[in-house]
């Protein structure tokens, strides 16, 4: 078994910090436990090995570190380090608190980015893979990349483009009914993909062959978990699954094993794409439902690739654009850049990042390292007085500076050891609820040789950034003056320790106005009126045969229900899935891009969506259910007609043979969220081709509406789970991911207050003690408790406000930038008192710590200290 980068460290680590005559046993111990976890395969691996070092790094197994020609007493020694931290309990206990929470959130935050940095990196031919997405345009010339393809452009590329398309591979996503003998689950993560789709791309493989494992029209490889779930321990291969209750039978030829890291695609079970080769759809350019893939040798023939598309796209559809009146465009989507990339129409089955959560969390777990340095930087000077005694009696007996400055280095370096193996410890602890908590999935790897690299580097940053200022300003103390005063004169460094208090607290106000504007966006989306009523309507899928053929049925048992209001079926619901055509007006010249929505009478009352002019839907007019539609002022808008003049214009579209008129305007509604501006939208009688079902239930009986739909549900389609979710859940999981920021900077916002506040609880310490007699005679001459308390605090409270008004300008332009993702948002300058808030909030806590502390001092008998001084 090689021996990794975690054995080597502690190995030299061994070697460096013990006793010479030891180090061979000791060594040889630890690969023996190294080899017994690994090869017995122990949880908690890594915080059991480290335990275990560290339990060698016992006070009478270290050896002394000699500077040449010097006695022992000059020597740097870790047990004289182990005990002058022991003397300065208090401040020892707040340095290592403060670096055990700094590193531990860097290391929570250095696994999440590089989760986030390595999506897909273990694709073998990561660099070459490319996907292909449309460009669309709108109304207002925005061009802009959807994810969608149809069935042909893999094989249309691959045949014009032969000497530079080496491969492709189309992922379709879908949901279904999956059973095996009594075991039945609708299972949410199928993909349907190619047959060379594992060799394509890199996802590994416990059993089965990747070139051969989707080779038959009906083979299906599974996940490890899915092998678990429906097989249990038994072998999978060879099994033969029912899909949609036995409409087809596809057999297992294979399982695919946990990725080594995160991927964009999200799947439990791959099927053989071949089934969809005999729909006629499937062979429609314009039927846009998978994902296309392509490999290209080098970015430069992706470019070519890409100059060549205009020519491809007008040889298959430019008949269809000129009947059409539109047209669109196809570029390359490199698999390196598809994570981050922002997309317009994007699959949920598809996962992206955001580069703005990245740098910020990677800002933020460094600013809150810093807070625990200069924690350590300011409570050493405060410490200086302390110790100046003792530096002047070390140099007086012939200890030169640099010498000095090794033993104060050594006692930062214990102080860093200690904290570095309590955070691992920690960190491994926590991982789990840190998981849950900020609902992520961080995956710690700590045989990557860059995480020793990266660690192994900010240790020795860390020792040097917060060590070697206080090492210089402790040995620098001249004898002679610091014997004869007992102080040392401190000068310019008092400004130095007043700077780092203040950057410490502009971290934190401006974390405090970051994390208070996020929220008020988030509570200003969920709360705004959208224009429709999102409250108790629940959102039935409708994905099975019983349940679309019989989908009529369906709506009157659920209309005679008393939990049901009412009822529609559409094509789409609000926030959900809408499609997008050019149509033409009478007297308008141009065809005008229009969202679709394909809905019943009961659309607009079931969402309660306000009528402007004309009429709704009339289920008692025959002509309604197939020939009329009403538009919404946006739509009128974008025609430069009147909401009046517009009704009864006649209207047709060739994507879907449309020849309707339209008879009524409704208000406009939030259909796509607050993220974008509302564009226009037309609602097109007919829900034959409907996808959901949405019933308004009675919000009072919430459970008991609910199983009343899920037995009505049973009784057209008894073989199949219902699949549904409420509305207003689904528009919240719009902004889920603004809600997980909002979390996380919640979480470090209060850790760097407690942080900066464990630093001034320190540092107030430290001034009631200085200060001693100078607030005793202030008492003597009558001063109050609360005036000696004050005039500590009052000293930290300027060091806040000046934060304040170093962070707020860095707040602004912050959360502008981040509030430049919404196209309805908060206005910053109503928001005014969030960023003096910031700013209160820091100083409450700030003169809540220093009263804490100081009350003793202030409460004291002065003539007992005055004795005494």
Known sequence: ?????????????????????????????????????????????????????????????????????????????????IRNLMNHRSTTIISLLGFVVGLTSVIFLYFYIENELNTDSFHIDKDQIYRVVRMASNNTGDVYPVSPTSGPYAGALANDFPETVQSTNRVLFERGLVTFEDKSFYEEDIVFADANFFTFFSYPLKKGNPATVLSGANDVVISQKIAEKYFGDEDPIGKILDIDAGDYKYTVSGVFDDFPTKSHLRFDMVFSIDLFDSFEWFGRWFNHGLCTYIKVNTPAEADYLESQFPDFMNKYMGEDFKRLGTQWGIKLESLGDLYFNEIRFEFPDIKHGSTVNVITLGSIALAILFIACFNYINLSIAQSYKRAKEVGVRKVLGVDQGRLIAQFLGESLV???????ASILLSELLKGSFNQFFDLNVIFNWQDPLVIVFFSSLFIVIVIASGLYPALLLSSFHPLKVLKTGKPALGKNIIVRKGLVILQFSMSIFLIIATSLIYMQLSFVQNRDLGFDKEAVLIIESNNAPIGENHETFKDLLKSSRFVKSVTSASGEPGGFHDNAP???????????????????????????????????????????????????????????????????????????????????????????????????????????????????????????????????????????????????????????????????????????????????????????????????????????????????????????????????????????????????????????????????????????????????????????????
Request: aromatic share 12%; glycine share 6%.
């Open 1 to 81: 078994m090689p021996i990794d980068a975690t054995l080597t460290f502690s190995l030299k680590l061994v070697k460096w910090l013990c006793k010479n005559d030891l180090v061979e046993e000791i060594q040889g111990n630890l690969e023996e436990y190294y080899l017994l976890l690994r090869t017995e395969k122990k949880s908690f691996f890594f915080v059991r090995y480290w335990y275990q070092v560290l339990h060698y790094m016992r006070p009478s197994f270290l050896q002394l570190f000699k500077l040449k020609n010097k006695g022992p007493m000059f020597n740097f020694n870790p047990k004289i380090a």
């Open 415 to 421: 102080i860093l050891l200690i904290s570095v193996l």
């Open 583 to 869: 149509i033409e007006i009478d007297g308008i010249e141009e065809p005008v891009h229009l969202n679709t929505i394909f809905a019943d009478t009961e659309y607009l009352k079931t969402f309660d969506i306000s009528l402007v002019a004309g009429r709704a839907f009339d289920s008692n007019i025959s002509s309604d259910n197939e020939s009329v539609m009403m538009i919404n002022e946006s739509a009128v808008k974008s025609t430069g007609l009147s909401a009046e003049d517009i009704i009864g214009k006649k209207v047709r579209g060739s994507f879907w043979n449309l020849d309707h008129r339209i008879i009524g305007v409704f208000k406009d509604y939030h259909f796509k969220g607050l993220k974008t501006e509302i564009e226009p939208l037309v609602i097109i009688s007919g829900d034959d081709d409907a996808r959901i079902f949405a019933a308004k239930i009675d919000a009072n009986n919430l459970s008991e509406s609910v199983k009343e739909v899920e037995d009505i549900y049973k009784r057209i389609s008894p073989n199949f789970p219902m699949s549904s979710r409420f509305l207003d859940d689904s528009i919240a999981q719009q902004y889920e991911e603004e809600a997980k920021q909002a979390r996380i900077f919640t979480g470090f916002a209060i850790l760097s207050i407690f942080l900066a506040c464990m630093g001034i609880f320190g540092l107030a310490s430290f001034s009631a003690q200085q200060r001693q007699k100078e607030l005793s005679i202030r008492k003597v001459l009558g001063a109050s408790v609360k005036q000696v308390i004050y005039l500590i605090s009052n000293e930290f409270l300027v060091l806040v406000l000046i934060s304040s008004l170093m962070a707020i300008p860095f707040s602004w332009y912050f959360v502008s930038g981040w509030l430049d993702g919404f196209a309805y948002r908060i206005e910053l300058l109503n928001s005014w008192p969030i960023f003096l808030l910031g700013g209160a909030i820091t100083a409450v806590v700030a003169f809540i710590t220093i009263g804490a502390k100081t009350y003793k001092t202030a409460a004291s008998n002065p003539s007992e200290i005055m004795r005494y001084e």
